[in-house]
């Protein structure tokens, strides 16, 4: 009886400690990971003299900012023009989603209700589409954009980003698990197929259609290989060539850059977390179905 | 369902797309590495000069060397913190959804704002890091400035915004496993790290190939830390491939050089992913 009391009291103790260690890595690994963000937007609400006043020694004055001030953020929005390139990447986001969605979701529909010749090879196609990342075909495909006069317009930002292999693959994942008797029936009541398409097959599909969304928008909104070599001029400036052209061109600006890189940061975490979820589990699909 | 063209018009769009501007643009290197070209200039036919041209190119050799070293040391370490992180966050404990969602959190920030800011805290005069540092008595230390430390503070960069991002694929294959299975090892008296390694790894070998790979392609491609942060240098340390060809190709104007670099990454990629898809028996 004693025995297996004092056992049990060891096992106690040990998970005890075993859960304190779990702990404290946690909080360690999240430091990690939010001190940068924190600093970043602490560093943001001072005024430039301050910046590196209090960097060292190391203190709570190095961390928390002494005389906060937005003026990093007006300047950023009134002189700095930062509200453009902002609207320039929500501009094609959005063009991009809607496109998007409509022709990958028409292609994910083919592969998961149809049978036709050269299915396999042409899924094949769209496989090897995503396997071969953007980054390699970039300078090459500038110079197909190059010879279509699209440099510098939104044809150059669009045209190569509707088509999404990974976006088709998911899309036929879901198009998969609806009954084909739902589809087959409004076949017999001579509904066309762009009918059931739109009315019957998107409806039952929010939850793809919100993680292909959100994929989309993530996907123009952290663009910048490609925005850099293929849409220079002001006016069509993605985000995230603009936060580098302002580090470049700024070099001691450092609370306007730091509130540039807040706001760019920000805007997509606001639009992923109420539907992380969908994010989540749609990307990690793609990894773990395949 | 056997409406003849029907497929072929739903799936026209997205095809013509990704021939046109995904799978042609890799012929477009291919066969321009074949040619001496400007932009739009006129091309001569060259066969594998520029080739020949790159193995006598001390700068190509040192871009490879970089390319390789670094991807030798950033996938590994990658994928064991993203393992150990995934592990950590399948922990039952209270508020772990919490943990959960601040470890995502790069996820959400891009390659850009994560080397803008790391860059300014690694500022070898100012910066916060090496302020940190000084409470244990550790002198400033040059980070990207310095020839040695530049590519480990770029590993350090880019693990912060790519471990969690790999986690999620990992904790999303953690979370496939049965519980059943973790209950019957311990009823079998299996210590946690005989479960993770006798059962967790293998019954993750899906998502960890997945990873394996993903990640490999991505890192032997990255591009942007080495733009915004160290411009290559200092001395080349920092040079990898895929940054020499953009310069070959934007600075340069030589896009010979540029397409033989890119199909030089292009065989790469294939030949490591190639040799890590048989090592991990994964059937893709």
Redesign the interface.
Known sequence: MTEKYCYRDKMKRGEIAGKVLIYIILTLVAIVILFPLFWAISSSLRPDEEIFKYVTPFSAKAIFPQNPTIQAYKNLFTVRKFYIPIKNTIIVAVINIVLGCIVNAFAGFAFAKFDFKFKKPLFVLVMLSFMVPFESIAIPLYSLINKLNWVDTYYALLAPAIANGLAIFLFKQFFEDIPDSIIESATIDGAGWMTIFFNIVLPLSVPVTITACLMIFMGQWESFMWPLIAARSTNLKMIQVALTDFQMEHTTLWSELFAASIVTAIIPILFLLPFQKFYVQGVTDAGVKE | ????I??????L??????????????F??II?SLFDSG??GSKAFVGIANYLRLFKDGVFWQSLKVTLLFNIFVNPIQIALALF?AL??N?Q?KG?NI?R??????????????A??????LNPN???V???L??FGISPQPFLTSQRQALPSIIAITS?KGV?YWM??L???LQ?IPKSIYEAAKIDGCNKLNTIFKITIPLLK??LA??VI?DT??NL?L??PM??LTNGGPNMSTNVL?YE??KS??SYMD?GR??SM?TI??IL?FIV?GMQTRLLKAD?
């Open positions: 369902m056997k409406k003849r029907v497929p072929y018009m739903f799936i769009p997205a095809m013509v797309l990704l021939i046109i501007f995904k799978i042609y643009p890799i477009i290197a321009g932009f739009g992180m950590l966050v922990e404990v772990i943990f969602s601040v470890y995502y959190v790069p996820v959400a920030i891009s390659m850009t704002v994560a803008v800011i790391w860059g300014i805290m100012s910066g916060i090496n302020s940190f000084g409470i912060w969690p999620m694929f904790l999303a294959g496939g899906r998502s997945f990873v993903s392609i991505t491609l591009f942007s733009y915004i895929m060809a953009y190709a934007f896009m540029a397409y890119i990454l292009l990629i992913v893709y």
